[in-house]
């Protein structure tokens, strides 16, 4: 399993309430084409900021009333509307691909912080909207947890993001811990990197952790996928660890074997 907030996206979850399905299905299928626009196939930036700009006006078209002009906004429309979602979400989703295209590299910690915001907060956001849970503070928790398990992707695929000459480690981290962008390059595990690493582990585990009382709060089906995706998050951590971070050459994933773990863990969780 990949942790990031499309693969963990609950759109065939036997946890999901089958009459929330085709709202989940309809909100995957924007984020993921939109997505895709911004990283799939070999379209020049221009390109794919004309198309990513196009997805905006077909957000406006369902902001002012109007009919969509494609299948794909017109069952997006549909869900907005039964299910009273706001577009803000949207729109943040939309703001984050298209970073993607032209933004490559990140100074600051609260730069990153800021992307994941907008490229994986809204996921959680339109989730509790669509259970009616969006409260203020269940949305805080979300957003927490969103935004750590983006940030483990990113630990988790830092040998795939650089073909795609991106690197999402912060620039002043790197600078902190005296690693270059050769480590990256080369694969070079030493000291240096594996300070980096544990630090960086260690603060997506605080964010996500921290989080933790919302997957307890959630009631029913909600509560028990959210266990889940937060034990999937820490255990990928673990298996960072247990490689000793060298993401080159042993790229972190769950196996069968981790489900009957993470289900022991999200059971536990009520009892901790």
């Given at each position: 399993?990949?942790?990031?907030?499309?693969?963990?996206?609950?759109?065939?979850?036997?946890?999901?309430?089958?009459?929330?399905?085709?709202?989940?299905?309809?909100?995957?299928?924007?984020?993921?084409?939109?997505?895709?626009?911004?990283?799939?196939?070999?379209?020049?930036?221009?390109?794919?900021?004309?198309?990513?700009?196009?997805?905006?006006?077909?957000?406006?078209?369902?902001?002012?009333?109007?009919?969509?002009?494609?299948?794909?906004?017109?069952?997006?429309?549909?869900?907005?509307?039964?299910?009273?979602?706001?577009?803000?979400?949207?729109?943040?989703?939309?703001?984050?691909?298209?970073?993607d295209v032209v933004t490559t590299r990140y100074t600051q910690f609260g730069d990153l912080l800021d992307y994941c915001r907008r490229?994986?907060?809204?996921?959680?956001?339109?989730?509790?909207?669509?259970?009616?849970?969006?409260?203020?503070?269940?949305?805080?928790?979300?957003?927490?947890?969103?935004?750590?398990?983006?940030?483990?992707?990113?630990?988790?695929?830092?040998?795939?993001?650089?073909?795609?000459?991106?690197?999402?480690?912060?620039?002043?981290?790197?600078?902190?811990?005296?690693?270059?962008?050769?480590?990256?390059?080369?694969?070079?595990?030493?000291?240096?990197?594996?300070?980096?690493?544990?630090?960086?582990?260690?603060?997506?585990?605080?964010?996500?952790?921290?989080?933790?009382?919302?997957?307890?709060?959630?009631?029913?089906?909600?509560?028990?996928?959210?266990?889940?995706?937060?034990?999937?998050?820490?255990?990928?951590?673990?298996?960072?660890?247990?490689?000793?971070?060298?993401?080159?050459?042993?790229?972190?994933?769950?196996?069968?074997?981790?489900?009957?773990?993470?289900?022991?863990?999200?059971?536990?969780?009520?009892?901790?």
């Open positions: 399993m990949s942790v990031n907030h499309y693969e963990n996206f609950p759109v065939a979850s036997l946890l999901l309430p089958a009459p929330l399905r085709p709202a989940v299905r309809a909100i995957y299928a924007f984020a993921r084409s939109a997505d895709d626009i911004a990283d799939e196939g070999d379209a020049t930036p221009e390109d794919r900021l004309r198309a990513l700009r196009a997805y905006e006006a077909a957000l406006d078209l369902i902001e002012q009333g109007q009919p969509a002009e494609s299948a794909l906004f017109q069952t997006l429309e549909q869900t907005i509307a039964s299910h009273r979602l706001p577009l803000t979400p949207f729109r943040d989703l939309l703001s984050a691909f298209k970073q490229s994986a907060n809204p996921v959680g956001c339109l989730m509790l909207h669509l259970y009616g849970e969006a409260t203020t503070l269940n949305l805080r928790d979300s957003d927490a947890i969103c935004s750590a398990l983006q940030l483990i992707n990113f630990w988790q695929d830092v040998a795939i993001d650089w073909p795609k000459a991106r690197i999402y480690l912060p620039l002043e981290d790197l600078q902190r811990f005296g690693v270059t962008q050769a480590h990256i390059a080369e694969g070079i595990v030493d000291h240096a990197w594996r300070r980096l690493m544990q630090f960086e582990v260690q603060r997506a585990r605080t964010m996500m952790t921290g989080a933790k009382p919302l997957a307890l709060r959630l009631p029913g089906r909600i509560g028990w996928e959210l266990r889940l995706v937060i034990q999937g998050g820490l255990r990928i951590l673990e298996r960072l660890e247990a490689v000793d971070y060298d993401v080159f050459r042993h790229r972190p994933k769950l196996n069968k074997a981790d489900w009957i773990l993470l289900a022991w863990r999200a059971v536990r969780m009520g009892h901790a």
